[in-house]
């Protein structure tokens, strides 16, 4: 199993092109022979400027050219990595660290508690329930089941609020596209009902457990992981009875990027309606009234002009977390019999800190707020006077806080870059924490120093900047650092552990994260000095921050690599291409590479809030000045890469991976490999199985070994 890509079978593809892909060894000077691409004839008018794609073949991701070119560079990059002879010794050490016993935050309906719980290694999350807290847990579903080589993955739940039914969402080979089914609780059995071609939705009870409301959307006519979609609709299905007879119950044929996230509220009366247009976190509010005949929808707020999160209600006064009038977020009440602006209330007023996150609990406000990239939580009562503030262990990220709103206890994460996922129990009455479960990890976090630096970006803008490493770290200008961003989508970054991250501590790397422009670690303001044509900051944030490395000592240009995946692949993309001689190695990962064609695959039309339009001649101008595919140069000395995709990837096509990786094999003009790494059965990430997960991380760290010249942890026996 955990050779799956280096053994599979071969698909079927033309003989000349298996010939081909089988001459990958090196060539007489030591360089990489990388597989013959070839290069089409297609040329695309844009604003009456003539751009090249000479590798759009790349974009058929079933043909068969594909494929064998696919295969090609797998042989290719797979022999490279397994000749380093640390790789073993790195994987070794992450599965030995890997292995401890996990836990998410758990939740309780009706008196009954849920939670998820990984033994080690396993490659997916059980999910359990049990009747007390520390009752004895009861397995409801094991996903490791499902597939022999875990690629089926649970991707999501909803209980009802009687606790005797459950919702789950099933993913395939890493897709986007979801099936939902539904569990007796009681019995554990699972009962007929399945829903299909769902995606980015949710299952949202009645009061009553009679069915649940979800958003679809048609199923594709053509490539079910390329197809842009369009038109999702909103539906409700009655438990027990066929997908085809469920009801319509809300959709635009006339707004074809609408897309619609409903929700009950907890005294069962309303169902919200959350209107989303893209990526930006503008949206509209439409309710209906489940007791009125009529079914009537009522459009609450009718503009895309703010962020309105629902957070709970009081009769017909419905409470938002939102950034109207207020970049950094605030709590309004808007009573729906007198809903005019003028009417609403504001009950928490915005903060210095960015309000992330609003839950109500014990009829009090819990909010979570980002000082700096890490949280802070503080409690409000129904009127929006100051309770108290939690706690927390230290500076990291807390999440969790949900519940009921008469429910007196909840339960939070916290974490931080050397402090391991510990889940806390939180009794909203006395206001005091205790552990409920705390991972053991052989890890002693005394033996790290982490510490926030602030630097100067280049038109002088203060960006923070994680740092973590070894206590004793020499400033002598020569440590392995990787420096990891993002940047982008209103996305904050805060302090996270990660095993991989740990192990690089280990073998002497420093790991650096920075809070880019484009993010949310300060709002709406910070997010939008990073997008459109404020793109360019992002990157001008990250090349600062490897320049900041560099100019203290912590490293040089030759032991600097730069890592990130999506939008942070795009961010490694670019900054490689505009300064290439200041890295020694980049990483990204399922990135968007090709800013002329992005918007035309499954749900990237979607980024053209955060990225603009290429169709637009404004904004064509902006995409095509930072796009990494057209901003190669050939003859170019260019650091060492090891691009990571998948097949199944149906959020960031791994067709930019593939024009890329070609485009930057045919225009290295130094030694440094450029390798593309594409798994299998895999997608965008999440539901990825363990096992997937840290053979490419060892793969990554031994690339970066190989590299950089890290020193690797020794090899068991």
């Not at 000077?29 to 000479?54: F, L, M, N, S, W």
């Not at 921050?545 to 961010?571: D, M, V």
């Not at 045919?666 to 790494?677: E, K, N, S, T, Y």
């Amino acid at each position: 199993m955990s050779h799956l890509l280096r053994t599979r079978t071969w698909p079927a593809v033309p003989l000349l092109a298996l010939l081909t892909a089988c001459s990958w060894v090196a060539a007489e000077d030591g360089r990489i022979r990388y597989p013959e691409t070839r290069k089409a004839d297609v040329v695309d008018d844009y604003h009456g400027q003539r751009i090249a794609d000479p590798y759009r073949w790349l974009e058929d991701l079933d043909s068969p050219d594909t494929k064998a070119w696919v295969e090609a560079q797998n042989k290719v990059t797979f022999a490279f990595l397994e000749s380093i002879p640390q790789r073993e010794a790195i994987k070794q050490r992450l599965t030995k660290l890997w292995d401890y016993e996990k836990y998410t935050v758990p939740f309780q309906e009706n008196g009954r508690y849920f939670f998820s719980k990984n033994d080690g290694l396993q490659n997916h999350y059980v999910l359990y329930t049990a009747d007390s807290l520390d009752g004895p847990p009861r397995m409801l579903l094991n996903p490791n089941e499902w597939s022999a080589d875990g690629t089926i993955a649970l991707a999501g739940t909803s209980v009802t609020q009687d606790a005797r039914r459950m919702a789950y969402l099933v993913s395939s080979g890493g897709s986007d596209w979801r099936e939902v089914r539904v569990l007796d609780v009681d019995s554990g059995k699972e009962l007929a009902d399945k829903i299909e071609w769902v995606k980015f939705s949710s299952a949202a009870w009645t009061k009553d457990g009679s069915g649940f409301f979800y958003s679809r959307y048609d199923e594709p006519q053509g490539d079910k992981l390329a197809e842009a979609n369009y038109f999702q609709k909103l539906y409700f299905h009655k438990l027990g009875t066929p997908q085809a007879d469920d009801r319509l119950v809300y959709h635009r044929p006339d707004e074809k990027e609408w897309g619609f996230d409903g929700g009950v509220t907890e005294d069962g009366r309303w169902l919200t309606i959350s209107v989303w247009k893209g990526t930006e976190r503008k949206n509209l509010v439409f309710y209906q009234d489940l007791q009125a005949a009529d079914g009537r929808t009522v459009e609450l707020i009718n503009q895309f002009e703010a962020q309105y999160n629902f957070i709970n209600n009081d009769g017909p006064v419905f409470w938002f977390f939102t950034d109207l009038d207020a970049p950094r977020g605030r709590v309004i009440a808007i009573d729906t019999r007198n809903p005019a602006r003028e009417n609403w209330k504001e009950l928490i007023p915005q903060a210095a800190q960015t309000l992330t996150a609003v839950n109500m609990v014990n009829n009090q406000f819990i909010c979570a707020y980002l000082k700096d990239a890490h949280t802070q939580v503080r409690i409000f009562d129904a009127a929006g006077q100051h309770v108290r503030d939690v706690q927390l262990p230290g500076i990291g990220t807390a999440s969790g806080f949900g519940g009921r709103r008469d429910d007196t206890e909840t339960f939070y994460s916290f974490q931080s870059f050397n402090v391991p996922p510990t889940i806390y129990r939180y009794d909203m009455k006395s206001g005091q924490s205790s552990v409920f479960r705390q991972p053991k990890v052989d890890l002693n976090p005394t033996d790290y120093e982490v510490r926030q630096v602030f630097y100067n970006s280049k038109d002088g803008t203060k960006i923070p900047m994680f740092l973590c490493h070894k206590k004793g770290l020499r400033l002598d200008g020569d440590n392995p650092t990787l420096l990891y961003g993002y940047g982008g989508f209103n996305i904050p970054l805060t302090p996270g552990f990660s095993i991989s991250n740990l192990v690089w501590m280990e073998m002497g790397g420093v790991y650096a994260q920075a809070n880019l422009r484009g993010g949310g670690e300060y709002g709406k303001q910070w997010h939008d000095a990073g997008r459109l044509k404020n793109k360019q900051n992002v990157f001008d944030d990250f090349i600062a921050a490897a320049e900041w490395l560099i100019a203290n000592k912590y490293t040089r240009p030759q032991k600097l690599a730069i890592s990130g995946g999506s939008n942070g692949g795009l961010l490694v993309g670019a900054c490689l291409t505009q300064r290439p001689e200041l890295f020694g190695a980049a990483l990204p990962a399922v990135g968007v590479l090709d800013m002329l064609r992005f918007h035309k695959y499954t749900i990237g039309w979607a980024w053209t809030s955060d990225y603009g339009s290429p169709d637009d001649a404004e904004m064509f101008k902006v995409l095509r000045a930072y796009s990494p595919y057209h901003n190669l140069k050939p003859g170019t000395r260019y650091p060492a890469t090891l691009l990571t995709t998948a097949d199944h990837d149906d959020r960031v096509v791994p067709a930019h991976s593939f024009k890329f990786a070609s485009a930057l094999q045919a225009a290295q003009a130094g030694d440094a490999p450029v390798l593309i790494r594409i798994e299998t059965r895999a997608g965008h990430g999440a539901g990825k199985p363990t096992t997937k997960i840290i053979e490419e991380q060892a793969d990554r760290w031994a690339f970066l070994v190989h590299i950089l010249g890290v020193q690797a942890p020794a090899a068991e026996h």
